[in-house]
Each structure stands twice: as C-alpha cells, then as structure tokens.
C-alpha cells in the first residue's frame, strides 16, 4: 500500500504521537520522594459507610488524590498526631488541597459509628472522610493493602487496645496506588509527592 | 471564735491537707497540654517534667478531677504498626529531663466529667514513686493541634 508522501509523514508523526502517549501511561515517572508503590499495590477498591451515614465506593473518590490511613478513634495519640500532621500537608498544598481526601478508614467498626467517625474527622480537617463498614469489608481493605490490625484485651473490663499499621497509602486521581508515607517521612516529602499528584492532573 | 480564729483554722485545715500530699517532689513540669476530640473519646495529655533533685524519680501514674480515670501510655511504632502499652513507671534522671510528647509517652485521659473544649485549663495531678505528688494546670488544646504552640 503506497500513500502519497505528506501522509505518509502524518501517520508517522501520529503513530510516534501515540506511543509517547501509551509511553507516558506505562511510566508515568514522576520524580517521587517517598517510597514509590505504582504497580506494586492494587488500585484503590472498597465498598464502605461514609461518616454521613452513605454507602460510598472507591469509584466515588475519582479526581481526588486519596491518602488512605487506617486507625481507630479511641486512638488517642498516633492517630489524632498522623490526621494533624495530614492537616499541615494539606494547610501548606494551599487551595489545591480542595482536590485531596484523607480516607480514615475505622478497623473498630464496633465502636466507630458514622457519627463518631463524622465529629472524629471533622475535627482534623474538612477535605478527611471517616470510613467505617462490616468487619469483612474491613479487613478485605485491610488485606489489599498488606496493612493488618490486633485487637489486644485492655485494662479493663470490656476495654481493647487496637494495634495498627502506620503507613499511608498515596493514590493518584485514578486510584492508582503511587506512594507510600510512613510516620518517620519528613512532612515536606508528602507535600512534595501530593504536589506532583495534583499537578499530574487526571489522565482518561 | 473572734474573726482572726476561723482564717487561722482553715490556714491550719490546709496545711494538714498539704501534709497528707505526702513527700515533696523536686519536679517542675512545663508545656502541659491535651489533646482535646470530640464527644467522649479519651484524650491524650502530654508535658515535659525536669528533674531538679539528685535522685531519680518516676512518674508512676496521675488523676485529674475532670477526667473519671487517667492512665500512662506509651505508643510505639515498629515493624510498621502502631501499638500502644500500658507504663508502671517512667523515670526521669537526676538531674534530668522526660518528655512526654505526641508519638510517645502519653496520659490517656477517659470518661471526661463535663466536655472539655479548646482553650480550656484541666487540673492533673502527676504522681511519683516516692509517694509525692505534682499538680499541674494543663491547657486544652484542639484536636488538630500538633504540641503545644501550634
């Protein structure tokens, strides 16, 4: 098949157009600072209770950047210190922040209700949503995300101590897995990476 | 009873009272702040204790008339999870410091008696191994604060 030679030129042109395309999806090589998790964590997928009450999807979350913690509010030292800190971040990403969520996802559903978890968050920061839902949604979360959680007896009777994983776990706007922030990560690191997440934008 | 015997009486009540509190302790306390959230959710108390005498002495619980029960906590992260444990007793060097701060040594304070709320001075009263005790005002301070300035 012969084409004449300026189209011949179009479709090369469009061809090697198309592949540093489907190249930039492949790589996508931002220069992160914190660990970086693409392609190595599933994308983000859940089917959990928002703190108002409503059934919510990871689906729901598209076009946001997400960090994904999970802990417990009769936690009353690391987590409230790790949503604080969150709070800083988003604080210093200035008005781009609207398009980030801190999903605080409850692994002490029992005692976690919507509304706890809504008057929880709240007190942190108006951009984090509690997320709470059946013990085995939970875990299944929990499970995807090589994250785990202890229920340890307490002090008294009926009391329980909850041990956690620490770790934050960045997405992208299309729920893609991107970095991983743990509590030793300076804070100007997570700024850092969510700024480059926001900047990338949304990629169809 | 003339007017001077009843100021007289409640100077000499107090001071039994005082008494009672048991061995001095040569502690000073500074940056005392909690961590106040929402609803009846334990908060956790923090501040930095010095030492001023030539013995060491260890913190070995507190109690708060706001708060129905305090304990002392230490977080620990390791292996990637966050844990919490119960302390008997935290010593602080001759001579020397103890911090307790966010991420670590802590007070949980639970069943608060009245909301407390940001801005809000709390009386804890620290408690020594020696026997003594430590009252300390300690300010309330939001949930999303990060230590005591900010």
């Known amino acids: ?204 | 009873m003339n007017r001077l015997a009843l100021p007289l009486l409640l100077a000499g009540l107090l001071g039994t009272g005082l008494a009672h509190a048991g061995p001095v302790v040569h502690v000073t306390a500074s940056h005392a702040w909690i961590r106040v959230l929402p609803g009846s959710l334990p908060a956790g108390a923090y501040v930095t204790l010095r030492n001023d005498s030539d013995k060491a002495v260890s913190l070995t619980g507190a109690s708060s008339p706001a708060y129905g029960e305090a304990m002392l906590h230490e977080s620990s992260a390791a292996g990637g999870m966050n844990r919490m444990t119960m302390v008997d007793a935290l010593p602080i060097p001759a001579r020397g410091m103890q911090a307790l701060q966010p991420g670590g040594y802590h007070l949980m304070l639970m069943h608060a008696k009245q909301p407390v709320r940001p801005g809000d001075t709390v009386r804890v009263v620290l408690q020594f191994g020696n026997g003594g005790t430590l009252p300390v005002d300690f300010t309330a301070r939001p949930a999303n604060a990060v230590d005591d300035t900010h």
């Open chain 1, 1 to 204: 098949m012969k084409f004449p030679r300026p189209l011949r030129l179009a479709l090369l042109l469009l061809s090697l157009t198309g592949a540093l395309l489907l190249g930039g999806c492949q790589h996508d090589a931002l220069p992160f600072r914190l660990t970086n998790i693409s392609g190595h964590m599933p994308d983000l997928q859940f089917q959990l209770t928002n703190d108002n009450g409503r059934p919510v999807s990871a689906a729901d979350y598209r076009g946001k950047v997400v960090l994904l913690y999970f802990g417990y509010t009769h936690c009353p030292d690391v987590c409230p210190l790790t949503l604080a800190h969150l709070h800083v971040v988003l604080q210093k990403l200035g008005k781009q922040a609207d398009d980030v969520r801190i999903l605080f996802v409850s692994v002490d559903p029992a005692r976690d209700t919507p509304e706890v978890l809504h008057a929880y968050v709240n007190a942190f920061d108006k951009r984090a949503v509690g997320l709470t839902g059946s013990p085995g949604a939970i875990e299944a979360l929990v499970k995807r995300y090589r994250a785990s959680f202890t229920r340890e007896p307490g002090s008294q009777g009926g009391n329980y101590e909850v041990s956690h994983s620490s770790a934050i776990y960045v997405f992208d706007r299309n729920g893609r897995a991107r970095v991983l922030s743990t509590p030793g990560t300076p804070q100007d690191d997570l700024v850092h990476d969510l700024d480059l997440l926001l900047g990338a934008g949304a990629s169809a």
